[in-house]
């Protein structure tokens, strides 16, 4: 599969974002019903997020021909106040649209990913996923990432 990946710039926004929607369907789908869905105050969110990102993170796009069919997403944060001072890469968001998995896409991206975070003096890197994720999981631990917190929650509406 051909597929070709570069920096996004302000001109992909409108992709990004319809990539980020498909990423939000399909996780309040699969894993947790409690997510805000696109309403117009999440995507001018989400948009400024992006801008933000682009400028100062780093965004990743793969492209199939010019149809954009994956990306990467993240920045860089400094440690909470109870940690020593470290610069940490925050891996936020990743999407392979699904007839384009399994290809390895996700993994080049994450090595894009890596490639930036180190250009940044990154000493960590970071990812939240759903617990029952285990597509991303299993990406995320061959390339070394261990368990640091467990976030528990029960639901009391029930
Ligand atoms: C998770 C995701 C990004 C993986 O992308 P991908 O391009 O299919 O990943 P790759 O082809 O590079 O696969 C690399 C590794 O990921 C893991 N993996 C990917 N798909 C998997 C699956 N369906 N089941 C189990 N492990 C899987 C495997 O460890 C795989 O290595 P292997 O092929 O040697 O077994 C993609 O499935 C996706 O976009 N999922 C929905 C969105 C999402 O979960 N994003 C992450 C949010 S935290």
């Not at 926004?13 to 929607?21: F, M, S």
């Not at 869905?37 to 969110?45: E, P, S, V, W």
């Not at 261990?146 to 929650?153: F, G, Q, S, V």
Request: glycine content about 4%; charged content about 30%; hydrophobic content about 35%.
């Amino acid at each position: 599969m051909n597929i070709t990946f570069r920096a996004a710039t302000i001109r992909d926004l409108k992709d990004i974002q319809n990539l980020g929607t498909k990423l939000t369907n399909e996780e309040y789908r699969r894993f947790d019903k409690t997510i805000l869905k696109h309403t117009k105050i999440r995507d001018k969110k989400d948009r400024k997020d992006i801008r933000r990102n682009i400028k100062n993170g780093c965004v990743v796009l793969a492209l199939a021909g010019k149809l954009p069919v994956a990306y990467i997403l993240g920045s860089l944060e400094k440690s909470s106040p109870y940690r020593i001072p470290l610069r940490i890469a925050n891996l936020e968001l990743m999407y392979v649209s699904k007839n384009y998995r399994r290809f390895g896409i996700g993994t080049k991206l994450i090595k894009k990913f890596l490639i930036w975070a180190k250009s940044k003096k990154a000493d960590r890197i970071k990812v939240v996923a759903y617990a029952s994720n285990n597509e991303a999981i299993n990406l995320y631990r061959k390339f070394g990432f261990n368990d640091y917190t467990i976030r528990l929650e029960k639901n009391l509406t029930k």
